[in-house]
């Protein structure tokens, strides 16, 4: 058997029969409010919207609808490859693309003529200036800070 409810115009409540009060709006709309609490605060205009126990407030702030809603989908970030200020795009994929024994390789040889040089360079300009040619005394490094000025004491 199906019984025949009516809705409580502020908190959407169901109203049983012999339940309820039906107050009739100055327009004409007949309204149904399920308690003397409902029906005070229609007459001071309240919103339903402000009240927590309402169902507008629960269905505003997503209340008690937790199965029915499915996971927000998160947005993958993708990868793009973009040229560098020395290299264009072609050369960093031909890079890219190289096996690792091959660049191992040419970064040995690279190695191995910077040492190279470095000892030429070395053997031209090391012997005829002698051991701290520079300046006699060290130029003082700034430290920051703030001196004798104040400052925390640790």
């Not at 058997?1 to 007949?30: F, H, Q, W």
């Not at 919207?49 to 407030?57: G, I």
């Not at 029915?68 to 989908?73: A, I, L, M, P, V």
């Not at 040419?106 to 002698?130: C, H, I, V, Y």
């Amino acid at each position: 058997m199906v019984i025949a409810t009516e809705l409580c115009a502020l908190s959407e409540y169901r109203i049983y029969p012999g339940n309820g009060l039906l107050m009739i709006r100055r327009d004409g709309k007949p309204i149904w409010l399920g308690s003397s609490k409902a029906k005070s605060l229609t007459l001071q205009r309240k919103k339903p919207t402000k009240l927590t126990w309402t169902q507008a407030w629960r269905r505003l702030h997503k209340k008690g609808i937790t199965e029915t809603n499915t996971k927000k989908r998160t947005r993958r970030t993708t990868k793009v490859a973009r040229a560098v200020v020395g290299i264009s795009l072609e050369d960093i994929r031909k890079k890219a693309s190289q096996k690792p024994e091959f660049r191992s390789a040419q970064r040995e040889a690279a190695l191995k003529d910077a040492k190279l040089k470095s000892k030429t360079a070395k053997k031209k300009g090391g012997k005829s200036a002698g051991p701290n040619v520079g300046g006699g005394a060290k130029a003082q490094k700034h430290m920051g800070g703030k001196g004798k000025r104040g400052g925390t004491q640790r």
